[in-house]
């Protein structure tokens, strides 16, 4: 069973647009939660985090929202770029003694010029 | 330069074959983990450590074995009693407090033919 889903595969949009990324999750316990951006062939790079205490976090265009009575984030990139096109993945953590992070399986991000 | 190094990038073994990835880091961090990536899946979790000489299976440690016999290295060694071994295998390390993000290796593209 998948705690973590990323249910859209891939999302285009025009350079200059919002992308809206989304991620549901099953366990209530996931305490904190990160998005990560990787680019074919090489590691997942950290973008954004937020603790299940927060709503938002907000890190230049990025800001990732937390719902918590939903078990839904959503990450939202303004303005895309080009160079923002990638695999994002969603991903949370139980917290407390436990450090290891449970993963979405991704989706695919094209901005187009 | 602080980071994760993960050897080599490709590596080719023959069917029946114990092969070990090499994951080395210089961050002075406590945790350290092994992901898989297949197309389609995401991360899957193999091993974890949180400290020195322990270590944890994760959610697909069929076939695989690790150490944790220093706080710099945690090779991987993909034995022959794995099925599917061909995919691109990941490395990460965290601080190992609450709340922190990893950071992962460029990645191994393992083939086995």
């Known amino acids: 069973d998948q705690q973590v889903k990323q249910n859209s595969p891939s999302l285009s949009v025009q350079e200059g647009r919002i992308s809206i990324l989304n991620c549901d999750y099953t366990n209530s316990m996931f305490d904190y939660f990160l998005w990560y951006k990787k680019y074919p062939a090489e590691g997942p790079t950290f973008l954004i985090s937020i603790s299940s205490i927060k709503d938002k976090n907000e890190d230049g265009r990025f800001t990732v929202f937390l719902n918590k009575s939903a078990k839904h984030l959503s990450l939202h990139i303004v303005p895309s770029q080009p160079g923002d096109s990638a695999v994002y993945f969603c991903?949370?953590?139980?917290?407390?003694?436990?450090?290891?992070?449970?993963f979405g399986k991704g989706t695919l991000l094209t901005v187009n010029p | 330069d602080g980071g994760i190094t993960q050897s080599p990038k490709y590596l080719f073994r023959k069917e029946g074959q114990n092969v070990t990835l090499s994951c080395e880091q210089n961050l002075n961090h406590d945790a350290m983990y092994w992901y898989r990536q297949d197309p389609g899946q995401g991360l899957r979790l193999i091993y974890y450590?949180?400290?020195?000489?322990?270590?944890q299976k994760g959610d697909i440690a069929e076939g695989y074995s690790v150490s944790r016999e220093k706080k710099e290295s945690f090779p991987l060694t993909v034995t022959s009693a794995q099925k599917n071994p061909t995919a691109f295998y990941l490395c990460a390390s965290s601080i190992g407090l609450i709340n922190t993000e990893a950071f992962f290796g460029q990645g191994t593209r393992l083939t086995v033919v």
């Open positions: 991903a949370a953590t139980l917290g407390g003694s436990n450090y290891k992070l449970t």
């Open positions: 450590s949180q400290i020195v000489n322990d270590f």
